[in-house]
């Protein structure tokens, strides 16, 4: 017998062919061949005898994954010796505190901040309640539509850390490159939405972290690329959750693990691989989706009006206003007609955010690239 909730839609009999092309900012879309490798092994894991949910974390089919997942990581982002890969939890908003917790308590030295959308802000909230903060960038004057330059800001010689968003998924502004930062000075740097989207040099890093339900999972395992010596920078007074070095030292199982997200990272992982090679392959892909919509905004630039800067136009989350809001919510309620839901702009910023994370097809960018010409012609 069949189950059904939510009014009409019947969940067991509701398969892939059913799926609309979801450009939700996150969680967000999943590659189908994943989800329908984990709805195979659901109930019971190959050779394992239980579902992956029911495993002990410290048994060795999990452990196997685990190191499996740590693996394809430092394979694909090129992570050097240099840096520890940790599993934890808590999403970016415990980095925002877990960072400074760790790298600014214990320092004399000021962090410096640069603020480019709505995470940023969100990080130096927390920031300042554990020591002092510089904030030598702020790009809210303009409700956040750009990016700073080189000479824009100046990071003093002995701050504590320097942090930046690569990619604000509200505002859809994205860095072209990282930001210069004097060499003694750790960059630190919240990828959530950028981390397996294209290459990185790890190494130019202290530390960079992800939530994974953005390009690598559901939401629940956070992935932590710190270097080494700065592990040991966190205080012993901390509360013991909140300690990179607990993680570190017990192999990212100081406490009971993400198994399942954990589980599901690793097979996106291994579809990357399998489907693109490396990260290169994966940003020329992205860039391709991306162009297929900003060629359209370019093309229409009394319709559609961009929200960030065309040198800060984010590969991942393409924002555009329309010049009503009954056109806006006409095109919404459109375009969800046509299978292109969870189009709606982050109340802050309005308008329209086209998420096209790494499991988005480019066949749904093209069917909503061809939707927005014809909605402008009309």
């Known amino acids: 017998m069949s189950v059904s909730t939510q009014g009409s839609v019947d969940i067991a009999a509701t398969g892939a062919a059913d799926r ?30 239980a579902s992956l949910m029911e495993l002990s974390h410290r048994g060795k089919v999990f452990v196997d994954i685990v190191e499996s997942a740590v693996e394809d990581i430092r394979s694909l982002l090129r992570v050097p010796e240099t840096h520890e890969v940790l599993f934890v939890q808590g999403g970016a908003t415990l980095q925002f505190s877990m960072i400074p ?12 901040y640069l603020i480019t959308g709505s995470w940023g802000k969100k990080a130096l909230t927390e920031a300042r309640k554990e020591g002092e903060v510089d904030v030598v960038y702020d790009a809210s004057s303009t409700n956040f539509n750009h990016a700073p330059g080189a000479g824009d800001f100046e990071v003093k010689e002995d701050a504590a850390y320097a942090y930046y968003c690569c990619n604000e998924t509200i505002q859809g502004v994205q860095f072209q490159s990282e930001p210069q930062v004097p060499s003694d000075v750790p960059l630190v740097c919240d990828a959530s939405s950028d981390l397996f989207s294209r290459p990185l040099d790890i190494s130019k890093y202290g530390l960079i972290y992800a939530c994974a339900q953005k390009n690598a999972g559901p939401a629940g395992a956070t992935v932590v690329i710190i270097r080494k010596d700065l592990i040991d920078r966190g205080s012993d007074s901390l509360p013991g959750y909140l300690l990179y070095k607990n993680h570190a030292n017990a192999g990212s199982m100081w406490n009971t693990p993400a198994t399942f997200p954990i589980y599901v ?32 905004l370019d093309a229409n630039p009394d319709f559609y009006v961009g929200h960030a800067d065309e040198n800060a136009r984010s590969r991942m989350n393409v924002t555009f206003n329309l010049p009503s809001d009954d056109q806006l919510q006409a095109f919404i309620g459109s375009a969800a007609d046509a299978g292109l839901a969870n189009l709606k702009g982050h109340r802050s910023v309005g308008g329209v955010r ?7 097809p480019i066949e749904g960018v093209e069917k909503l690239a061809q939707f927005m010409t014809d909605f402008a012609s009309r």
Do not use: T
């Open 20 to 49: 609309v092309f979801n450009f939700s900012a996150g969680p967000a879309v999943l590659p189908v061949q994943v989800l329908e490798e984990v709805q195979r092994e659901m109930v019971c894991l190959p050779g394992a005898g």
């Open 101 to 112: 917790a760790n790298l600014l308590r214990s320092q004399d030295a000021a962090a410096a």
């Open 265 to 296: 990272m690793g097979k996106v992982l291994k579809w990357i691989q399998s489907n693109f090679g490396d990260l290169e392959s994966m940003r020329d892909h992205n860039e391709a989706k991306a162009k297929l919509l900003y060629d359209v």
């Open 354 to 360: 086209a998420s096209v994370y790494n499991a988005m």
